[in-house]
Structures are given as structure tokens and as C-alpha cells.
């Protein structure tokens, strides 16, 4: 495919795009800038800006302490409305779904309180598609829960897909949990939600899901599915902001069996009673811990807003016609030029973002930020990610940014980059 | 004293004060309304209100996911570089103290890191003055370390003060950790750091302070006095914002000796190499754990900078001078018509709060909303509560809230309230 056709092809897909309307509604400060690591760290909802001065100004500071319980938009009431709303993007009813913490923090409680409720079962399953940070999570639960627990790492069949059928080799009659992310963060491989529950539960096993590169980006059926517990960010496709607080996810079923590890105040039956003997809240709120940070807390509601308003069934479509976009033209494209795909071609299979490897991909991605104003997302040691955010990339900013890649290396424009890795990205 | 002579002596009182000026550096959009709940809720610094936009509009808006390694201030070093400064209000030195998390998952991760830490030791020794919450948290702590603990709570001699002699008898070689609220949140009793340090070392054991109501408010010397381990919350007298993140000490003597229970990416020595074994970074920022709130966190520095600015010893003579003097008018005005001092009356001992007990606390507390407009704060089931803010309370506003709880007990106008107990106060 030439040049000119591909970008024809491209702004013809963005004016049949459906969402297209929806990238108005986000900030954006320089026009020439494509933004691909929405699953990094979503873009600005403009009605976040607003929100922000309307939550410190006018709550905080004129309101004061009575901010906390104003009606009917009080600060104690954020953690559970906007759980409920995230709740309304990955399948949960209302009441099964809080914003609280961190991913970290709440997979800590989660995953100790799983495996507290399974006396007897020894065995904590994940796969090395995992987070790294939420491998050391899993093992600190173990730790917390005394230690005569394993954990076992799957190994990948090739570093992108853990197959069903290796899952199927290892969870058994031991198993007291499975946590897996849902979407994996290098190669956007999606686990078979309902396959896996399905597995875990024939033996017997709780499962515990992270859906910190699912939430707004892939569709997620946590109760239709038979899920028990999950965790997830707000940060990527969810548009929260800079570690905004995370969410936590417990099936009704399940919520007055489990118990909080980190019993804190806000998970009292009555916060306000001051009695020294902790006693659990009914229902979702008891997985709740200290006070949650109002301000980073009501950021996280115009993002979800917006997805709620475009509807995860267009987002999904749309995140797969993108990827789809870009896969092809890494066909056609790329792949001659030494790039290998690391993501997996079945798009039911993948996530909202492609991964691809280059033996040169760190001075590739330099390159790319300042001769290009594309940023990408990378991962030790040669993984180039593309992510994109249906509400707010187009087809053509994708066009724009392959025919960089394809420069770039054509070119050696790289060459005059440095080895050395510094920074975030 | 008669009402004329209380008002001119707290006007004099005013003109004299060396941080009056320190108030016109706050959003007050109401100067009619006497806000004297400093103690759980510190009022917005002006200088937060651009710093939100700026975090928000700017930050996250424009520089996006550069934001976490843009120098000089990136996101990245928030939690060190607040953290130093807070360090700064309390005795600690640069690299001590982050922020991080709430303070009931900090003291759950400074609990357990302590617990294990002192293999052979079984008590955990606290006090019923400390915060119940604190109390559910050490019980966890407990949990987390496999239940063989025990959590000893020392009862106060009177609900208001824990005189030294008591702890003494209890700390023994047999003692873990000895973990107390350095100002009580009931009646702000202030035990003596250095003593109970000293004491705790004596016997072997750590020490653990909770300096939610003492940051900010009470002069404290954390490396000076000897103590090993504190948290502590930024959203009462460092007027941090609601539910802002909190912050942990740990002495660096111990830093490389104890490990974080919750041991997520950011303690991790190399957070960006992305390998599935966790190994801990070196000095304080082991016990960092998930992505912090960047909003939330970055609105606690504008409030610490007040302080800084004005001086912890100016800060503390003005506190003990605006109790005192609500204390005096206690004495004459209020004792006799039912109200029980229910803080310490030695001004070393007592932080920056009065208790006040009365039967008709709650209906007292609406009254004063009502028909005054002085928020004070009210604890079941009968206490009320004058916190005293330095940067912002005037002697002035004391004298007016003092004489609404003279009027409205004299001429019974809390008898038109409801006894039944609402919202958050």
C-alpha cells in the first residue's frame, strides 16, 4: 500500500468513525501531537478541569468539613457512585464495585483475603503475562497469610498468549486462587474470562482478576462471566488521572464471606461510632480502608463519563478496528524492516494496544518523540507499545505514526540516539 | 469577665499576633463563619487553587505522560520532595519521610514491618486514647503476622490523659512494638515522645507514632527524640485537602533492616525493569507501594509551605496561647453551666484542641452551626471539640464561639434541635 493511500484509507475510516465527536471533549494543547499511550495514562477530560476547581474551590474551601456529608453530592458518597459507574463499564451490578487505594493495596486485600477463605488450599496461580508488580503483591499476600502457600508462575507459551489449555495443566484441587490481569500489559493477550472462571471453579478455586488494561477498553462481563474478585486503575483507558485511586470488585455472593485484611475505618459497620472493636460493614464498602483523597477520587468521574456516554460496545469496535489498522500495516509496512508483532493477531484475543519488538526499539521510540511528536509507550528491553483510546485517537494520527516507524528505521534516523535508558515512557 | 472585656482582650490578643497574616493566604469565602474544625479538616491555602489547575490543566493536560520524569518537578518526585518538607514540620530528616497512601495502610505496612522485625516478641502495647481505627489496624497488623500477637490496650486513667507511670508497668522485654497516637484525638492529651521513646528502647522495644493530630499543630522532634516509626495524616492541621494522602516515617537506621508487608512496584530497587522478583530499594522508598494520587498528593505541599513559612515554635506558642485562652473562658464561663473540661490543663500535655464534655453536646454542636455559624466538631457520644488552627483562627473568633456556648446553653435555645445523631461533623 503507498503512502498517500494509506492516509486516504485513514481519514476515511475517522469520518465514518461514529465516536469521532468525542475527542472534543478532552483536552488537547497541541493538535500535532499523537498521543498513543492512552493505556499509560489517559488524556484530560475537559469536564475534569471544571471538576477540579469546582471540588477544591468551591467543596473544600467553601464547604469545609461539611463537604463530607453534603447531599446528595457528598465526598462519601464518591467511592461507591463512581464505583457503581465503573461497575456500569466491566459488568458489575451496583454495589459490588468501589473505588479505593491502589491496584496494589487492593490486590493485597483481595488476594489475602481469597486465600484466607480458602482453608486448606495451597496454591496461588498466576501466569508471567502478569504485571511484575502484581507477582510481588501476590507473594507479600502469601507472606501475609503465613506462608505455607505457593505461588506459580505459568510460563507463557511464547511471551504473548497463555493459553486456556496450560491454565487447564495447572489449576487444581489445590489451588485456593487464580489471578491473572486480564489484558496483559506487554502483549495485550485477553484471557478467556468466562473460560478461566469456568476452570477455577470446577476445582473449586476463587479467581481474582486485574483489569487495569481492560477497564474502558475491552469489553469486560465481570458477574455475566461468573468472576469472583477483580482490581483495576483508573489512570489508562478509564482517563482518571495521574495515579488517580484504583477500584475493587467483589461478587455479591462473595462479600459477607470475605474479610478485610487492612480493617479500616471506612470498612466499619459505623464509621462514626468510635468504638474501639472493629466490627465489618455489610456488603462492599467493609473492603474499604482509610479515608480516600477526595480531589484525585472525583477527577475519575468525567472520564468514566464519557466512556458511559460512548458506550463499551462502540469503544470496543472501535479499539479493534484500530489495532486491526495498525496490525496491517505492520504487514505490509513494518515487518520487512526487522519489526516483530508481539501481540496477538485474533482481535477477540487482544487488547486496545500492539506491541511490537525492534532490537532498536529505545532509540526508535526517542526518535519517534522528537522528530515525529509521537509518543508511544515503551518496555524494557525492546517492546514498543501503541496503545490506542478510541475516544480520542483517529485512524489518521495511527497512519501518521506508522509511516514515522517506517522512517525512522528506513532511514536510521535512530542512529543518532542514545542507548542509554532514562525516564518513564 | 464580663463579654466587652472578653472581646477587647482577643482583639488585643490579635493585634499582637505575629502570624495574623498568615490568614489572608487562605480561601475564607465566608468571614462571618467561625471554623474551628482545623482538627479534621485544615482550610484551602489560596495557593492550592492555581496549584490545581496548574497539576490538572497543565500538568496532566499538556504534558501527560511526561509528567512523571518532566524535571524538575516531576510527579515521580512528589511523595520525596512533600514528604522532606513535612519531614521539616516534624523532626525528621530529608529522606525519612514519604507520602504514601492513607494512614491505616501505612500503619498496617510500619505495624507489621515493626512485628516482624522483633522475632521472640509478643505484645503490642497501645492505649484507648488512641484512635479506634488505629486500634482495628494494629489488630491486622496482628493477623498479618500469624496471630500468636497480642494487642494490649492500656486503659487511660481518666479518658484523658496516659500518664507515663502506666506505660511503665506494662512495657516489658516481652513487648514488640509500642504504638500510640502522639496527640489523642479525643480530649488532645500529648504524651511525652522522648520518655515513651526512651522507655520503649529500654525494654527493646519499637516505637510506632501516630502524628495525625500533632503534625502541624505540636512541635515534634521524631530523629531528635528518638523515635524509630510514625505516620500520620496531612489533612487536618497541614490543611492538605480532603482524604489527602498520608505520609510514613521510618528513622534511617531501620530502613534497610525492615521490609514493606505491601511490597508493590514503586518500593521496588529498579521500579522499570519490570522483573517478576521483588527486591527492595534502598533508604525510605521501600515502603512506597502503588502509583500515588498525583492530584491529591501535589495539593498537600501549598499547606506545608505555610507552615514552613510561618515556623512550627511560632506556630506552637500561638496554639498554646488560643487553648489557654479558651481554657480560661471555660473556667468562668462555662464550668458552671455544665460543661467538663475533657483535655489536659498542663499546656505541654495538650495539643491544639479542647474537649469540652456536655449532655447536650450534639444539640449544642447544632445550635452552633445554626444559629451562630461557628463549626466546632462533635464526637460521640458527648463530646464537643474546639480545634484551634494557628495559620487562620483568630483569638477573636474563639471569644465569639465561646460566648454563642454560653447563650445557648444559658437560654437552652439546643432544646429546639433533634437529639438524633446525623452526617459527619
Redesign the interface.
Known sequence: MNESAVFKAARELDQQDPLAPFRSRF?I??PELI?L?GN??G??PIA??ER??QI??D????R??????DSPNS??DLAGRIGDKIGGLVGAEPGELRVA?????NL?KLA?AALRAQPGRSRLITD?LN???D???L??AI??V?GHHRLE?VPSSDGITTPLSLLETVVDEHTALVALSHTAFKSAFVHDMTAVNHLAHQHGALILWDLSHSAGAVQVELRGSGADLAVG?T?KYLNG??????FLYVRRELQDRLEN?????LG?ADP?????D?APAEGIRRFM?????????A?VEPGVDLLLEAGMEAVRAKSVAQTSFLLDLWETELKPLGFELRSPRAPERRGSHLALGHPEAWRICQALIAEYHV?P?F??PDNLRLGVAPLYNTFEELAKAMNALRQIVEERRYARYTTE?????
Open positions: 483536552v494543547d497541541d498521543y499511550d499509560s495514562l488524556r484530560l475534569a478541569v477540579a476547581q477544591v474551590r467543596e473544600w474551601g467553601c469545609l468539613i461539611r463537604g463530607w456529608s465526598w462519601m487505594d491502589s491496584t496494589s493495596v493485597f489475602v508471567d504485571f511484575p508488580s507477582v510481588y503483591i507473594q507479600a507472606e501475609a503465613g508462575i486503575c489512570y488521572g495521574p495515579g488517580a485511586p484504583a485484611p487492612i480493617s479500616g475505618w466499619h462514626f461510632s468510635f468504638v474501639l472493629y480502608t482509610g479515608s480516600p483523597p477526595i480531589a484525585s477520587t477527577l509518543i509507550d518496555r524494557v535508558r532514562t525516564g518513564v515512557t
